[in-house]
Each structure stands twice: as structure tokens, then as C-alpha cells.
């Protein structure tokens, strides 16, 4: 019976970083200021939202499945997708939890 309890916190922790992470991206955060959509680095999201590895790389292999990011690897990750080509990834993520499913 914990185990069920334990892959509850998993869910409801990654999808609080995907919904943080696909808001900043909708915003344009990552292109404010001269950025060149580059994220934070693995580390950096660690420590700012206080998950393991395992969370946040499942939320997000989940916004690279729907083309929002890419991976470079021993850089970053990087945002790829303008907002107003890409329509809301916020509401996509809602979307997925409403419907109990993480697939697009």
C-alpha cells in the first residue's frame, strides 16, 4: 500500500515541475533578457525545485516528446519552440492530468 502512496508523490511532484517548467516556457522567460532559451542547469533545477534526478528528467523527456526542448549533452537544455508557434504547453500539461495520461 505505499507503494501506491509513493507513486502518487512522484506524480503530483513531477507534474508540479512540468507545469512550472511549461509556464516559464510560455511566458518567454527563457528568451528575456538577451537569453538564447537556454535552461538552468540540471543541478539548478535540482536544487530550485527539490526533486531527484529520475522526477525531473521524466518531466523533461515529457516537454522533449512534444518538441518544446532539446538536450545537448555535458551543456543544457534549451527551449526550441516560440510560444506563439507552439500554442499553450501549460494547458497541454493540465490537459494530461486531467486525463490521467502523460502522452501527446
Do not use: C
Not at 503530483?12 to 512550472?20: I, P, S
Not at 540540471?42 to 526542448?69: C, N, P, S, W, Y
Not at 543544457?76 to 490521467?100: C, K, L, M
Request: cysteine-free.
Amino acid at each position: 500500500m505505499s507503494d501506491a502512496r509513493n507513486d502518487s508523490k512522484n506524480d503530483a511532484k513531477y507534474e508540479e515541475v512540468l507545469a512550472r517548467l511549461s509556464e516559464r516556457i510560455d511566458s518567454g522567460y527563457y528568451f528575456r533578457d538577451g537569453r538564447d532559451g537556454r535552461m538552468e542547469t540540471v543541478d539548478q533545477m535540482l536544487a530550485e525545485f527539490g526533486v531527484g534526478k529520475t522526477t525531473l528528467r521524466f518531466a523533461l523527456a515529457i516537454l522533449k516528446d512534444r518538441g518544446v526542448v532539446r538536450s545537448h549533452q555535458g551543456k543544457s537544455w534549451f527551449v526550441v519552440a516560440s510560444s506563439a508557434s507552439r500554442g499553450s504547453f501549460a494547458a497541454s500539461a493540465d490537459e494530461d492530468r486531467t486525463n490521467g495520461s502523460t502522452e501527446t
